[in-house]
T-cell receptor
Framework: DQQVKQNSPSLSVQEGRISILNCDYT??????FLWYKKYPAEGPTFLIS???IKDKNEDGRFTVFLNKSAKHLSLHIVPSQPGDSAVYFC???????????WGAGTKLIIKP | DTEVTQTPKHLVMGMTNKKSLKCEQH?????MYWYKQKAKKPPELMFV???????INESVPSRFSPECPNSSLLNLHLHALQPEDSALYLC?????????????FGPGTRLTVL
């Protein structure tokens, strides 16, 4: 059973507009959430994270929103740039071990 | 230094070969990880070392043998692999604090088993 779900395999967004990537989770014990970006044949790059005690965290063009009651988080990228085209993974952890539970990923395509 | 390095970048090996993958970090992280990633899939955890001791082995076949010689280095020894083991092997490191588990990944080793 998938504990972290990214239901959109792909998303296409016009350059300069907002990209919104979504992630849902089922385990209420998760207390830390992360977003990674991955280019083909490279390792994932950490983007931004959020603790369950917060509902928003912002870093430059990237903002992550957490809705604990809905068990939902989203990554907003504004404005979207061509270099943002990549696969984005949502991941979650609890405080019991070192494992990250990963979503399946969403491929973001930024159109010129 | 916020980089995790991995060597080699590419590796092709036969099923009878013995080879090793190497990973190094100088961020002072005391947790290090090996992941396997197949195309269009998320990374799949293989091993976790914490303070140079193996703390998690995700039921990985014994043809994969990890080693952590010191706090900066992590090796993965490969022997008698199968073609289905072909994948991108990723090393990562993090602080030893499960609740703030920002793992930093290396570029990976693309392994092909013939």
């Amino acid at each position: 059973d998938q504990q972290v779900k990214q239901n959109s395999p792909s998303l296409s967004v016009q350059e300069g507009r907002i990209s919104i990537l979504n992630c849902d989770y089922t385990n209420s014990m998760f207390d830390y959430f992360l977003w990674y970006k991955k280019y083909p044949a490279e390792g994932p790059t950490f983007l931004i994270s959020i603790s369950s005690i917060k509902d928003k965290n912002e870093d430059g063009r990237f903002t992550v929103f957490l809705n604990k009651s809905a068990k939902h988080l989203s990554l907003h990228i504004v404005p979207s740039q061509p270099g943002d085209s990549a696969v984005y993974f949502c991941a979650a952890s609890d405080n019991s071990n070192y494992q990250l539970i990963w979503g399946a990923g969403t491929k973001l395509i930024i159109k010129p | 230094d916020t980089e995790v390095t991995q060597t080699p970048k590419h590796l092709v090996m036969g099923m009878t070969n013995k080879k090793s993958l190497k990973c190094e970090q100088h961020m002072g992280h005391r947790a290090m990880y090996w992941y396997k990633q197949k195309a269009k899939k998320p990374p799949e955890l293989m091993f976790v070392y914490s303070y140079e001791k193996l703390s998690i082995n995700e039921s990985v076949p014994s043809r994969f043998s990890p080693e952590c010689p010191n706090s900066s280095l992590l090796n993965l020894h490969l022997h008698a692999l199968q073609p289905e083991d072909s994948a991108l092997y990723l090393c990562a490191s993090s602080q030893v604090h499960p609740s703030y588990n920002e793992q930093f990944f290396g570029p990976g080793t693309r392994l092909t088993v013939l």
